[in-house]
Each structure stands twice: as structure tokens, then as C-alpha cells.
């Protein structure tokens, strides 16, 4: 009897431990591809990895990754089915919690008031951080000089087109008028204002890229800082 | 005289030096596919005529990714459709310095492409 207890112990043992050793790199793996923002093959392999491994802890951490793999790719739904089982787990519930709230931003606010002073901890620290341009000061030049704003913001060739664009339309719509062709001056003015409104805003929308860009690390440091449930794995 | 330097001058100024980081072209295909349920992926006709008659006849492509057609529909529906034109004419004409502007960069077939779609609609 003690024999075969002995015998079933060190099957079970074995059994655990060639499924670890399979499974473990799958999950290094998925964890890797999530790091590097390859979310289709990162939710694939957790997926995989979720449905193979024997070891419970490791089950529920991929499953996380796994969902969180899938909201980055705007697979909400999917994610939720994967995620929500697990806010029953009161181990869980605070992370889940927290990743729910971070990318679905209907239910940021919902949630923001249960982890409220983290996330205006988090909004604070980011209202803080240094912006490159500004985007009010862009659109003013380019109204008051179209391309004047691209050129603020650094963006020397589009600057030229739009210069160039917004004056052919505006000499094109002048010169119409002045031989008294009223239809196509109208529809030339027309084209010149698509032009001109579409420069201002497309340097102020310039400015604010460029701002989220300087500022995507720091944001990402502020983030891992206030939400550690967020952090990327190591 | 001096004609090296000034053509290295223009040739400073008018290139564009990626700030970008480089991303899977599969996964941010996806993304965006998802992001306009799929619409902004299925051409209309007449962005048939021109993408596949005068887009080829004059080699141009798109550097941007959504191409603009893509994000004046994503915009269109995130922002209302006077916007989102207007935003599109702008991402239009700041396609030559791409580069500089976009989020990241992805490899399209031996192609660079420069992501950028900013979420919010916001100007000010």
C-alpha cells in the first residue's frame, strides 16, 4: 500500500513537472509579445497557455495578461468574458477592478470613485508634465500665416505645402471674383476655406501629437507608479 | 562655392527623423479595423477609382496609417463629420512630416508607415 502511495506520489510529481516545464515558455513567451505590443500573438499564446498549464497562480496572472492583450486590440467584449470571472476571486477583484477602469473609458469614471484618490493622484501627475508645444499658439500663427503654425511645431514641409495650397486657393478665389466668374470664385473660396480651417486644425491636432509623444514615457512611469497592477512584466 | 553646404542645408531641413518607435503592422491593422467596426477597411467606390486608377498611375502612396480616407471615417465618427473633415484635410497635408508626428512607425511590405490616431477629439 505504502508503495503505491509512494508510486502515485512521484507519477503526480513527474506529471507536474514536464507540464511546467512545457508550459512555462509559453508564458514567458505571451508575457514577452505583450511587452513589445504584439497583442494578437500575445493573447493567442496566454490563451494556449491558460488551457495547458497545471499550476493555478500562473493561470490566473496569464489570464490577465491575456485580457488585458485583448482590450489593447478593442476586443472589450472578449476581454470582459475573459477578465470578469476573476473579480469574484477577492485576490483579485482590487486588479481586475483597476484594469477594467483603465481601458474602458465609460467605466473609468464609475470606477474612478472607488480608487478615486489614485486616479486623481495619477491625473494630477500627469497635468504636471512638461508639453513641447502649445496648440492654441499653432493654430493662432497658422490663421494668422498658413503654415506658420507647422513651422512651430517643427513640421518644415508641410508647412511649405500648406503656405503654398492656401495661397494658390486664395489668389485663384481673388482673380475669379475680380473677372467676375461668381460660381467659380464661390467654389474656389469654398476650397480655400476647407484649406485654411483644415491648416489650423491640423497644426493644433500636430501639437497635441507631439505633446502625447514627449509625453508617453513619463506617462507610462506615472501609471506604473500609481497602478503597479498595470505594470508591464518584467 | 559653398554648393555642398548649402545642398546638405535644404537636405537637413527637409528630411524628417523618425521620433517613432516601430509596431506590428497585423496588430495595428486590427486595432483599427476594430476601433471603426470594420468600416474603415472596406473601400467605397469611389476611393476604388482613386486608390486603385490615379493612386497608381501617379505612384502615390500613403505614408499615414489609417490612410486618410480610413481616419476622415474613424473622425467622422468620433468627432461628427464637420470635424473630422477638417481633421483629415489637416493630417493631409502634414503627411511630409509623418515621421515626426506619428505615435509609431510600422513595416508595410517593405514600406514604413507612421501610425497616428489620436483618441480625443479635443483642439484646444
Given at each position: 500500500?505504502?508503495?503505491?502511495?509512494?508510486?502515485?506520489?512521484?507519477?503526480?510529481?513527474?506529471?507536474?513537472?514536464?507540464?511546467a516545464l512545457k508550459t512555462d515558455k509559453l508564458f514567458e513567451q505571451g508575457k514577452a509579445y505583450f511587452t513589445n505590443g504584439q497583442y494578437l500573438l500575445a493573447a493567442n499564446q496566454l490563451a494556449t497557455f491558460t488551457l495547458l498549464t497545471c499550476n493555478e497562480a500562473q493561470s490566473l496572472e496569464a489570464r490577465i495578461f491575456w485580457a488585458r492583450s485583448l482590450y489593447e486590440l478593442n476586443e472589450a467584449v472578449e476581454a470582459e468574458r475573459v477578465i470578469l470571472p476573476m473579480a469574484k476571486n477577492q485576490m483579485w477583484e482590487s486588479k481586475v477592478r483597476v484594469i477594467r477602469a483603465w481601458y474602458q473609458p465609460e467605466l473609468k469614471q464609475s470606477l474612478a470613485l472607488v480608487e478615486q484618490d489614485r486616479f486623481s493622484e495619477f491625473q494630477r501627475q500627469v497635468s504636471q508634465l512638461e508639453t513641447i508645444k502649445k496648440p492654441w499658439l499653432a493654430g493662432t500663427l497658422s490663421a494668422v500665416v498658413p503654415g506658420a503654425g507647422q513651422a512651430y511645431n517643427g513640421n518644415f514641409q508641410s508647412a511649405v505645402l500648406s503656405f503654398v495650397l492656401n495661397s494658390i486657393f486664395l489668389s485663384a478665389t481673388i482673380e475669379l471674383?475680380?473677372?467676375?466668374?461668381?460660381?467659380?470664385?464661390?467654389?474656389?473660396?469654398?476650397?480655400?476655406?476647407?484649406?485654411?480651417?483644415?491648416?489650423?486644425?491640423?497644426?493644433?491636432?500636430?501639437?497635441?501629437?507631439?505633446?502625447?509623444n514627449h509625453q508617453r514615457a513619463d506617462q507610462e512611469r506615472i501609471r506604473d507608479q500609481v497602478f503597479p497592477e498595470l505594470r508591464l512584466p518584467q | 562655392m559653398f554648393q555642398k553646404e548649402i545642398i546638405f542645408l535644404f537636405l537637413l531641413l527637409g528630411t524628417s527623423v523618425s521620433a517613432a518607435?516601430?509596431?506590428?503592422?497585423?496588430?495595428?491593422?486590427?486595432?483599427?479595423?476594430?476601433?471603426?467596426?470594420?468600416?474603415?477597411?472596406v473601400k467605397t467606390e469611389i476611393e476604388k477609382i482613386y486608390k486603385?486608377?490615379?493612386?497608381?498611375?501617379?505612384?502615390?502612396?500613403?505614408?499615414?496609417?489609417?490612410?486618410?480616407?480610413?481616419?476622415?471615417?474613424?473622425?467622422?465618427?468620433?468627432?461628427?463629420?464637420?470635424?473630422?473633415?477638417?481633421?483629415?484635410?489637416?493630417?493631409?497635408?502634414?503627411?511630409?512630416?509623418?515621421?515626426?508626428?506619428?505615435?509609431?512607425?510600422?513595416?508595410?511590405?517593405?514600406?514604413?508607415?507612421?501610425?497616428?490616431?489620436?483618441?480625443?477629439?479635443?483642439?484646444?
Open positions: 500500500m505504502i508503495f503505491f502511495n509512494y508510486l502515485i506520489l512521484f507519477i503526480t510529481h513527474f506529471v507536474q513537472a514536464d507540464c471674383h475680380r473677372e467676375k466668374m461668381g460660381a467659380a470664385a464661390l467654389a474656389s473660396g469654398m476650397l480655400f476655406s476647407v484649406v485654411y480651417l483644415g491648416n489650423i486644425m491640423g497644426s493644433m491636432d500636430s501639437s497635441h501629437s507631439l505633446n502625447e | 518607435y516601430s509596431r506590428n503592422l497585423i496588430d495595428e491593422k486590427f486595432k483599427l479595423g476594430r476601433q471603426a467596426e470594420g468600416k474603415p477597411l486603385d486608377v490615379f493612386a497608381r498611375t501617379m505612384y502615390s502612396k500613403c505614408q499615414w496609417l489609417p490612410s486618410d480616407s480610413q481616419y476622415l471615417k474613424i473622425k467622422a465618427k468620433q468627432c461628427g463629420q464637420a470635424r473630422g473633415s477638417l481633421l483629415a484635410v489637416g493630417r493631409f497635408l502634414a503627411e511630409a512630416d509623418a515621421a515626426l508626428i506619428s505615435e509609431h512607425a510600422v513595416n508595410d511590405n517593405g514600406r514604413l508607415r507612421f501610425v497616428n490616431l489620436r483618441e480625443s477629439c479635443d483642439i484646444f
